[in-house]
């Protein structure tokens, strides 16, 4: 190849790498234009994050077949001497948030309905508690991110008119980029640790509702599996 050529392809190539540095760097730049009020709202973003990532895992882990499960238990609850005590170590092995309200309920076999009722309510108010932690976190970062962002917007338009009036009036654009910077940065940035903060809320919250209604019919289901005999008798 002529040298000439290798010479151009070479400055090309700088050229290019020396404009992928610039737009990294203009991105940080962007961020340390936002102000002091950038750091609250990164920790915030940083915050959200967390939470939606450990609570997705969580109620993709707590999820088992219901029908599956309860069909289980049935079965070693009617073997006859010893099904208790398997059902409660296939529960264990479960170790989900269904598994843990149906050994609530054994646990309370021999014992009126009314009993083995309040103890399966009892444990699952501990499970849906469970399932909805950290979920306030979420629902304060969406009011509050924006409302750091709308206030970074009005310190910047202070920051601008304090400039303006210290010079007197006599201003061009350049000297109240700062505080114009200021304001839109924060602005957006809240808005969107917001949105994302309140998009996932939601989303997680139709999943925990979700499970929340699978474990009432579980253990709705769990208590007529109890009774069943019963009923077969007096017929």
Not at 41 to 69: C, G, Q
Not at 90 to 116: M, N, Q, T, V
Request: with cysteine; net charge negative.
């Amino acid at each position: 190849m002529h040298p000439l050529l290798i010479f151009l392809q070479d400055t090309t190539a700088a050229d290019s790498l020396m404009a992928m540095q610039e737009e990294t760097t203009s991105f940080f730049d962007l961020l340390v234009e936002g102000g002091v009020l950038m750091i609250p709202i990164t920790i915030l973003f940083m915050i959200a994050m967390y939470v939606i990532v450990e609570r997705w895992k969580a109620l993709n882990r707590s999820h088992v077949d219901p029908d599956k499960f309860l069909g289980t238990i049935g079965s070693m609850l009617k073997s006859g001497k010893g099904g208790a005590s398997n059902a409660m170590s296939y529960c264990d092995e479960f170790d989900k948030p269904i598994s843990r309200i149906i050994k609530a309920g054994i646990r309370r076999l021999g014992r009126p309905i009314r009993d083995i009722e309040d103890a399966i309510d009892n444990a699952g108010k501990k499970e849906i508690f469970f399932l909805e932690k950290r979920m306030n976190w979420l629902a304060t970062i969406a009011g509050v991110a924006p409302l750091l962002g709308f206030t970074g917007t009005v310190t910047g338009m202070i920051e601008a008119f304090m400039d303006i009036q210290s010079l007197q009036g006599n201003v061009n654009p350049s000297v109240l980029a700062g505080g114009i910077w200021e304001a839109l940065i924060t602005t957006a940035a809240g808005l969107i640790v917001g949105l994302i903060a309140y998009g996932f809320y939601n989303f997680l919250l139709g999943k925990i509702n979700r499970s929340i209604f699978e474990l009432e019919n579980a253990s709705a289901d769990f208590l007529d599996l109890l009774q069943s005999p019963a009923k077969k008798e007096d017929n």
